[in-house]
Each structure stands twice: as structure tokens, then as C-alpha cells.
């Protein structure tokens, strides 16, 4: 059986770090949307905002080719709740057909601390994180935290405000993918 687990959370609110640390636990490769994107400003250029947003379409689209095309792994991205606009995260209409069950590990943190992470993180600057102040960060996080929820897959919450049990988030997600559907 294909497993996918579907990393989810605000921006700053520990997807990655946690992802990082659970693909190996669970001997599931890592797909990370940024890792792509990151290796697109390489390939072609930083840009503008625009440019970014191109850049970021194009990922999404390989992306979901090499999720698609795998047996199961680790996905990781910021991902595009309803009512979000078009081109603010990753597209979803595509993961339920990867397999069933999904199960989801949502990374749950206050937006303050999402923030505060968000500054300290390095990045590729292709990202152009540094051309935003710290208050506008923690407004734009604080609206992205009122969508709530990605409704896909059975939802394992972590609270990331602190160092997470990898060995009880482990468990959790094997009990997921366990479970009778």
C-alpha cells in the first residue's frame, strides 16, 4: 500500500523541521515543495514577486508529478485552504487520489511563535522573506491561521510551540494508517 502522509501548518509553524525528522521514522521518502521551488531559483533566477509566483506554480506542478510517480512519502508544503486566493499555496485537489488512507500531520503552533520562527529561519532569498517587517509577518500569519484546517486525510495534531515526541507522533500517524476504513 501507497503511504502518504501529508505535512500541514501555518508558515514558521515547524513543517519541515518535524517533516525532516519523521521520514526517516517512518522510512518515507521526503518531498518538500520548497526544496523544488528552491532548486528552480537556481536554475533560473530570483526575480520579483511575479517571478517568485511563476517560480511557485512551476514547483507545484512538479511537485504533485513526483508525489504521483512515488510510492508513498512525506509531503510538505504550505497548502491552499478554501478561500484562499489562487495563488497563495499549494494546489490540493490532487491528493485524495494518491491513496487511501491519507493521514495528515498538522504542525499547530500560536502565529506569534509562527512569526517569530519565520524570522529566524534561513531560506533561499529567491523566497524574498527579508522584504517583509515582523509586523506584517505576524498579520499575514494571524489571517492564513483563520482558514483553519486542510480537510484531507484522517488529522494528526502536533503542537510544534515546543519541541514535539517523535516517538508518540510516529505512533500516531502508524495508528492512522491502521485504522479499518
Known amino acids: 500500500m501507497r ?9 514558521g509553524s515547524g513543517k519541515t523541521t518535524l517533516a525532516r525528522r519523521l521520514a526517516p521514522a517512518l522510512d518515507l521518502p521526503l518531498l518538500d515543495k520548497d526544496d523544488i521551488l528552491e532548486r528552480l531559483f537556481e536554475a533560473k533566477g530570483i526575480g520579483d514577486e511575479a517571478w517568485r509566483r511563476t517560480l511557485s506554480r512551476q514547483s507545484d506542478a512538479i511537485f504533485q508529478r513526483e508525489a504521483q510517480a512515488s510510492n508513498g512519502a512525506i509531503l510538505t508544503s504550505f497548502w491552499r485552504l478554501p478561500g484562499m486566493p489562487a495563488d497563495l499555496g499549494t494546489p490540493t485537489d490532487w491528493l485524495p487520489a494518491l491513496s487511501d488512507p491519507l493521514v495528515q500531520v498538522y504542525c499547530s503552533c500560536d502565529p506569534a511563535t509562527a512569526a517569530e520562527r519565520y524570522f529566524r529561519r534561513t531560506r533561499h532569498q529567491g523566497h524574498l522573506d527579508a522584504g517583509a517587517s515582523h509586523p506584517e509577518v505576524l498579520a499575514r500569519i494571524r489571517s492564513l491561521s483563520a482558514f483553519g484546517y486542510l480537510e484531507i486525510g484522517e488529522r494528526v495534531i502536533v503542537d510544534t510551540s515546543h519541541e514535539p515526541d517523535l516517538d508518540e507522533v510516529v505512533r500516531q500517524v502508524r495508528d492512522a494508517f491502521n485504522r479499518p476504513r
Open 3 to 11: 503511504r502518504f502522509v501529508i505535512v500541514s501548518g501555518l508558515p
